[in-house]
């Protein structure tokens, strides 16, 4: 094995920072505009994961002085009722930001009430005016995963100019928008999924890996590219020999980071920066919404 070892992307540090920056800009603006800025947090049902993913938004929010109107809906939640709760949020001055936590329970259909957000008021990048606007390469309330993994890229100065990009993954959430970016950066992009055959051969060229998939271990240091840039935006939760919990991404970190140039960490790689991106947006809202 070689004993190259990656430099690893601090995205704990690169979202403190940001955050510093968000808060004094806050501080700046709130005497003109006269209010802070808001964001609505909606979660339905009990799932432990997005209770606590909630919870960090809502801290990340008091931290850097953005006023949250988060609300918390039990399982049997209508979709109506749902509807007349964005409407409602779509109308509040307060509120310069809306975000529906995924996934939602069974009986309620998220694409439909995405359509329903103010696209303005759109944080998480998901409305399909948004997406839309991504696609053309306009500018627009971007996908808060991929926008970070794009900050941290750029903080690094990793350059993407003529780069080989593999997207792994290709959710609406993460993968499509993820692979929009780096196509946005002039990258070449490939996106994989699970009908994909030989992973480990498409991925084996790729200067930029970006995994966003949910399977521990799927990334092992033979099928990646050596000194490749690698981004484990995947979260699992797993119990060790030990009994313990712990949260752990895609990549095989012990033996990538022999191979690799770079690398992002799990804990502490892009879920720090996602939460700091849906914050920017939110910032961004608050000043464009009262420019108006
Ligand atoms: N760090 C963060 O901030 C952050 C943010 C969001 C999500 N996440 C994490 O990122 C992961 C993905 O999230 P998501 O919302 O995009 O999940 P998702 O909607 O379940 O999408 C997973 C994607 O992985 C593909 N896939 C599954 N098995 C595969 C395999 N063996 N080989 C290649 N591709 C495979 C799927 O392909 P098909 O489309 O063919 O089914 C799908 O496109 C999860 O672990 C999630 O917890 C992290
Ligand atoms: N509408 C919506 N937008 C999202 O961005 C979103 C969802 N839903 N549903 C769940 C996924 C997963 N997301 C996230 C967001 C933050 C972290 C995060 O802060 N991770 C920390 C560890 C947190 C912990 O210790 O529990 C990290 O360091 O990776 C992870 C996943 C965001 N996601």
Known sequence: METQIAKLIDGKALAEKIQQELSATITELQP????????AVLMVGDNPASAAYVRGKERACAKVGIASFGKHFPTETTQT?????????????RVDGILVQL??????DAVTLLHQIDPDKDVDGLHPINLGRLVRGEPGLRSCTPFGVMRLLQEYEISLEGKQAVVVGRSILVGKP???????ANATITIAHKSSHSLENIIKNAD????AVGRPGLITAEMVKPGAVVVDVGI?????????????????????KRVAEF???????VGPMTVTMLLQNTVTSYSQRSKI
């Open 236 to 256: 699992s939760r797993v119990t060790d020999a030990n009994g313990n919990n712990r949260l752990v991404g895609d990549v095989d970190f012990d033996s990538v």
């Open 32 to 39: 003109q505009i006269g209010r802070p800025p808001g964001l």
């Open 178 to 184: 993820m692979a929009l970016m780096l196509l946005e």
């Open 81 to 93: 009722e749902l509807e007349e709760v964005i409407a409602a949020l779509n109308q509040d001055e």
């Open 208 to 211: 930029i890996l970006i995994t």
């Open 263 to 269: 690398l992002t960490p799990v804990p502490g790689g």
């Open 103 to 108: 996934p939602l329970p069974d009986h309620l």
